[in-house]
T-cell receptor, first 113, second 115 residues
Framework: ETGVTQSPTHLIKTRGQQVTLRCSSQSGHNTVSWYQQALGQGPQFIFQYYREEENGRGNFPPRFSGLQFPNYSSELNVNALELDDSALYLC????????????FGPGTRLTVT | GENVEQHPSTLSVQEGDSAVIKCTYSDSASNYFPWYKQELGKRPQLIIDIRSNVGEKKDQRIAVTLNKTAKHFSLHITETQPEDSAVYFCAANRGYGGSQGNLIFGKGTKLSVKP
């Protein structure tokens, strides 16, 4: 098991609400990447945070935003939730730019009703 | 945009047989190719990876090969065991600028190993 943790484990929200997901990176890692994994699909890259700044973004709208804190933990915020946002949200930590290996947390299962 | 194609989507083998999963990528600047194993309800687990300066890498029963000219890479599992049953994902990094660490994933291969 990796040292990456995420909270909460599960979450149920109503369409139009806002949600905040949290991720603590593995000890010694400085970068957190967020992915969305729909049922039966591979993870899709949302964005990456390095040195508390966004370092690359996938094809996701601005209502997906994030933060990284000085201890390298990170938050993913999603505003104006839509039904299609229902998915497993995974974060992965790494030591950028030295290593490319990314280690995933257990994920947060978000259900939007 | 960049993408990663993965085949087959499902693979069923008998215990002890070999399994091969193949991926192709489109970004010629990609230089890092990891493979993840995801069991039902669990996190993706990094099982092996390869850099573009290497053609093959082996770790016990699993091996990965890379053909940069053809832009494809493969996962080989020998002497399969029931505990190898899972969904396997290949990925490639975006090879440009500050996004080198960002991964593009294939759609996954569900491997079933029958005892």
């Amino acid at each position: 098991e990796t040292g990456v943790t995420q909270s909460p484990t599960h979450l149920i929200k109503t369409r139009g609400q806002q949600v905040t997901l949290r991720c603590s990176s593995q000890s010694g890692h400085n970068t957190v990447s967020w992915y969305q994994q729909a049922l039966g699909q591979g993870p899709q890259f949302i964005f990456q945070y390095y040195r508390e700044e966004e370092n690359g973004r996938g094809n996701f709208p601005p209502r997906f935003s994030g933060l990284q804190f000085p201890n390298y933990s990170s938050e993913l915020n999603v505003n104006a939730l839509e039904l299609d946002d229902s998915a497993l949200y995974l974060c992965a930590s790494s030591l950028f730019p030295r290593d490319y290996e990314q280690y995933f947390g257990p994920g947060t299962r978000l259900t939007v009703t | 945009g960049e993408n990663v194609e993965q085949h087959p989507s499902t693979l069923s083998v008998q215990e002890g047989d070999s399994a091969v999963i193949k991926c192709t990528y489109s970004d010629s600047a990609s230089n890092y190719f990891p493979w993840y194993k995801q069991e039902l309800g669990k996190r993706p687990q990094l099982i092996i990876d390869i850099r573009s300066n290497v053609g093959e890498k082996k770790d016990q029963r699993i091996a990965v090969t890379l053909n940069k000219t053809a832009k494809h890479f493969s996962l080989h599992i020998t002497e399969t065991q029931p505990e190898d049953s899972a969904v396997y994902f290949c990925a490639a990094n975006r090879g440009y600028g500050g996004s080198q660490g960002n991964l593009i994933f294939g759609k996954g291969t569900k491997l079933s190993v029958k005892p």
